[in-house]
């Protein structure tokens, strides 16, 4: 290698290293490995080499957590592969392995080296990426970190040793020595740095460390500083330098006053960016120029006929890398539920979306496309990322139904744009305000470079920094609507350690206990809630609420849909009682039993029997087998083979099933639902639970829905409805069900709505809570009966009749009202003054709002060249309200501006209004000065004339 380092030309073909292995601890690779390292790699090959070195490493191969991080408020979207095992890290929750390895799908759409509008104009910006990575809970240190990620890297992949520099925290001297002594690096390669750079916190108080980065040296030619000096000791982002693996050492524990003490089980997390990394493989320029993004640019190329050449067009390029791009974040997304709506994730999802269209305009398209692209997707991930595959229909009809939406938006968001710029010219104004361009992009999903192109067209400019400052504050909004973890902060760390999770207390989970109500247990602790913490007490007594904890309990605690059991608690030590309101989990899984102390009092070491509300239980457990019966029906009525479950409430009083659908269910759909789910319940199936490990339940054709909840388990819980053999429904599941489906009674759907996009929800009620439901309603159906005399056979009949009454007499007084309008219409036109080859009419009528719109057409119609004025006095709310029309011939707009002239004659009624230059309609809540505001009308209108 010469001075300025090597010079990469094409895929490079590495040799991996086939002397002796020399690390303490480290496997010598099998041949079949150190062949595979003589050449370049598919993507998919290089994502499974990954999984399988750390496989045989004793690394237990975790499954990527979904893009929605569950229970994390902190975070949008999951940004890295040390997401799923957070707690783990922080020392609350434990799972049955100490060292981990995954392949996570990651998103990022914000942040300093996140910039959405960065994804195209550069060649490394992603919004949607994969994070490989290795993790160890207590394990392995840094020695093995360093060592794994040597051999994987330079005889696994044979990258050449002599490229990589790497960076440790300057105060890290073991780090500095490793490199040197496992991989032969010369100090001059390993840079030490600072804080900024090599320092990692998970926030300002908690675990934290020192990292060390492997740098790869693409050559002087990629050096994008300019300095002659350039090195990866300068940080400053230049080209030539990729970082390609970051192993951080959660070593301290950051305190609250700023002081660092040493972790008694330190961990290692790693990440490394699967794109980067492949680029490299491959010899790419880009990650653009890999097998990950490459089917997708040249499906794009095929569906606009494009060449290579055109396809490498500068600002076609950059289209062409947005759409590679956001087809993939678009695709996982939706795999993963998040529709494209309004608020929060689902705000996203539809800003990636239109900005793909907007591009794919920008190419050529003229029609929906974006279905075609997320097609190539699929097919390249989904064998590994298998939701892809089972989602693909849903993925599909969604990407489409929002690419319509779109159209149908843009041509209302172009509209208001025109009729904004008419009005700003009017008034001789250059620019379109921020907080005008903020609108038409989140009312109508206009986005603002193309606002700019259209203000262009007209002469304006538009105010970026107006339109980012709405953005930061609708960011604010947002982010003050993210879900909070439900439950506590944390009670204190020497009350939890001593606790089981609930998993392991709860004797519902028992084998021969599953359906047990009662217990005595010893009360290990009383706690109060004080803030967000739990204090723990000496004693509770009577009238104090407060929270119980018992090493075993009856008491199913509320997760997973179900709420939590009610009941009560004897003491048996000394007089009490207390009723226990609900039982909630805490952010380490513990149980926690919410009571109110009736009688007596409770202290700590008293034995207690505790007794579950046993009727309110049977009605959740029915509610609960009925909601997989629901799930199962309505899969196969609206032809899903995956899981759609979005969300779920199983209660005593009702069952609630939020589902990923994109339009209502028809009544003929939703009586197909039930009657399916009534047939299962008639069928008396078995309703059956097992423990296996979750590759075996998924074998089994398990839904399991929040996969995330059921990873690094050894058993999972399986309830099975039906014969094993051809089961009903088979899923996951942590709740309380019958024994047989029999004993659920009916299930009766209550209604079926959507809740948010693409999301809808049924109600339902089964056994007691179905009876009195039928019994209110019989008892309804009689009264109207009784009402309409009819008998209940003849009270549909004598409905539709009084309906075609109703209707008829709405006609007649509809023909009424417009031959009165053709009166007052004879009448206001007689009256009308002339304006300079135009006429006037500007008069105050009795009439509703709609009829006052009408009457205004009309006039405009028959005085071919006119201005119409009119108001009335709306009596339908309590003060009344004035309401103003005004209509301008086609040919006069130029003179007069209806929503200027509505702007200001409804100031004179207090209010408000607007409109294009044809049509505007305001009003106010002062309808007495009605007479003086058309008076300034006319005076307006007259001034223009």
């Not at 995954?102 to 080296?113: A, I």
């Not at 109508?444 to 304006?460: M, R």
């Not at 009925?626 to 995956?642: C, E, I, N, P, W």
Request: charged share 30%.
């Amino acid at each position: 290698m010469g001075p300025d380092g090597p010079h990469i030309s094409g895929p490079i073909l590495y040799r991996p290293l086939l002397g002796p292995a020399r690390r303490v601890g480290l496997k010598r690779l099998p041949q079949s490995a150190r062949i595979q390292a003589m050449r370049p790699r598919s993507s998919a090959e290089t994502r499974r080499l990954f999984l399988e070195y750390f496989r045989e490493r004793g690394h237990q191969v975790v499954p990527s957590s979904p893009l929605v991080p569950e229970g994390d408020p902190t975070l949008l979207f999951t940004n890295a592969g040390m997401v799923q095992f957070k707690n783990l890290f922080l020392g609350l929750e434990k799972r049955p392995y100490v060292r981990a390895t995954s392949v996570q799908k990651c998103l990022r759409v914000s942040g300093k080296h996140n910039d959405l509008e960065q994804v195209g104009p550069s060649p490394r910006h992603h919004t949607f990426f994969e994070m490989l990575g290795n993790f160890s809970f207590g394990d392995y240190f840094k020695r093995e970190a360093i060592a794994y990620a040597w051999e994987f890297l330079t005889e696994v992949l044979g990258m050449p040793k002599d490229r990589f520099h790497f960076t440790v925290y300057k105060d890290d001297e073991e780090s500095f020595q490793l490199w040197q002594e496992l991989a032969g690096a010369p100090p001059e390669k390993i840079h030490r740095m600072g804080e900024k750079s090599n320092f990692w916190m998970m926030g300002d108080v908690g675990p934290c460390g020192p990292n060390t980065e492997l740098v790869f040296d693409r050559g002087r030619e990629h050096c994008t500083c300019g300095r002659a000096d350039c090195s990866p000791a300068l940080d400053n982002d230049c080209d030539r330098w990729w970082e390609v693996w970051n192993l951080v050492f959660m070593q301290f524990e950051q305190r609250p006053d700023g002081s660092r003490i040493a972790l008694q089980r330190p961990g290692v997390d790693t990440g490394m960016g699967f794109e980067r990394l492949v680029a490299i493989l491959q010899g790419a320029e880009t990650n653009y120029d890999t097998d990950l993004f490459q089917p997708i640019m040249r499906k794009i190329a095929a569906l606009l006929g494009h060449d290579e050449a055109e396809m490498r067009e500068g600002a076609k390029l950059v289209a062409y890398r947005v759409l590679a791009d956001h087809s993939r974040a678009v695709a996982f997304l939706l795999a993963d539920g998040v529709l494209p709506g309004n608020e929060g994730r689902s705000y996203v999802t539809r800003m990636i979306v239109r900005r793909a269209i907007r591009f794919g305009k920008r190419l050529g398209f003229t029609g929906p496309f974006l279905g075609e692209l997320v097609k190539v997707v699929i097919e390249l991930m989904g064998e590994h990322y298998t939701e892809l595959v089972e989602r693909k229909d849903f993925i599909l009809r969604a990407i489409r139904q929002e690419e319509e939406q779109f159209e149908r938006t843009l041509s209302a968001g172009l509209e208001r744009l025109e009729a904004l710029i008419a009005q700003l010219k009017s008034e001789r104004r250059t620019e379109v305000p921020g907080a005008e361009v903020f609108r038409l992009y989140d009312t109508y999903g206009f986005p603002p470079d193309l606002t700019k192109d259209v203000a262009t067209e007209h002469g304006l400019v538009i105010d970026r920094s107006g339109f980012e400052r709405e953005m930061e504050r609708q960011k604010e909004r947002s982010a003050s609507r993210k879900a909070v973890i439900s439950g506590f902060a944390r009670v204190a760390d020497e009350i939890i350690s001593e606790m089981p999770s609930f998993e392991a207390a709860f004797l519902g989970y028992r084998p021969g206990s599953e359906r047990r109500l009662e217990a005595e247990e010893e009360l290990f602790d009383a706690v109060i809630l004080e803030g967000s913490k739990l204090t723990e007490v000496q004693a509770l007594t009577e009238g104090a609420e407060g929270y119980f904890l018992f090493k075993e309990s009856p008491f199913y605690a509320e997760g997973g849909g179900q709420v939590g059991d009610r009941g009560w608690i004897t003491n048996l030590s000394r007089h009490g009682k207390a009723e226990v309101l609900d039982v909630e989990r805490d952010r380490a899984g513990v149980a926690l039993h919410k009571v109110r102390v009736l009688e007596g009092e409770f202290v700590r070491g008293d034995r207690c029997r505790l007794e579950v509300d046993a009727t309110r239980r049977k009605k959740i457990m029915r509610h609960h087998t009925a909601t997989h019966l629901l799930h199962a029906s309505l899969r196969k009525v609206l032809g899903y083979k995956q899981g759609i479950q979005a969300g779920s409430l199983v209660a005593p009083e009702e069952l609630r099933f939020d589902f990923t659908h994109l339009a209502p269910l028809a009544q003929e759909e939703l009586s197909e639902v039930e009657r399916l789910v009534n047939e299962a319940v008639l069928a008396d199936l078995p309703v059956t639970i097992t423990y296996e490990t979750l590759e075996e339940a998924k074998a089994k054709g398990a839904m399991a829905l929040f996969a995330e909840d059921y990873q690094g388990k050894e058993k999972v819980r399986v309830v099975t409805t039906g014969e094993p053999g051809s089961p009903f429904s088979i899923e996951l599941c942590g709740g309380t069900h019958v024994r047989r489906t029999g004993e659920i009674g009916l299930i009766k759907i209550i209604a079926e709505e959507g809740i948010a996009a693409g999301v809808r929800r049924i109600r339902a009620v089964a056994g007691t809570e179905a009876l009195r439901l039928l019994t209110e309603q019989a008892a309804a159906l009689k009264q109207a009966s009784a009402l309409l005399k009819a008998s209940e056979r003849e009270l549909l009949p004598r409905l539709e009749g009084l309906l075609k009454e109703r209707a008829e007499l709405e006609s007649s007084l509809a023909a009424l009202r417009t031959e009165l309008l053709s009166y007052r219409l004879e009448e206001l036109l007689r009256g009308a003054e002339s304006l300079d080859g135009a006429k006037l009419v500007a008069v105050q009528v009795e009439l509703g709002a709609e009829e006052l719109k009408q009457l205004a057409d009309l006039l405009e119609a028959r005085l071919e060249r006119g201005v119409v004025l009119l108001g009335s006095a709306e009596r339908s709310v309590p003060r009344g309200r004035a309401v103003l029309v005004c209509k301008v011939s086609d040919a006069l707009t130029k003179r007069f501006h209806a929503g200027e002239i509505i702007r200001e004659v409804a100031k004179v009624v207090g209010g408000n209004g607007g409109g294009s230059p044809r049509f505007a309609q305001g009003g106010g809540p002062q309808p007495e000065k009605l007479a003086q505001a058309l008076e300034e009308g006319i005076k307006l209108i007259k001034s223009r004339a």
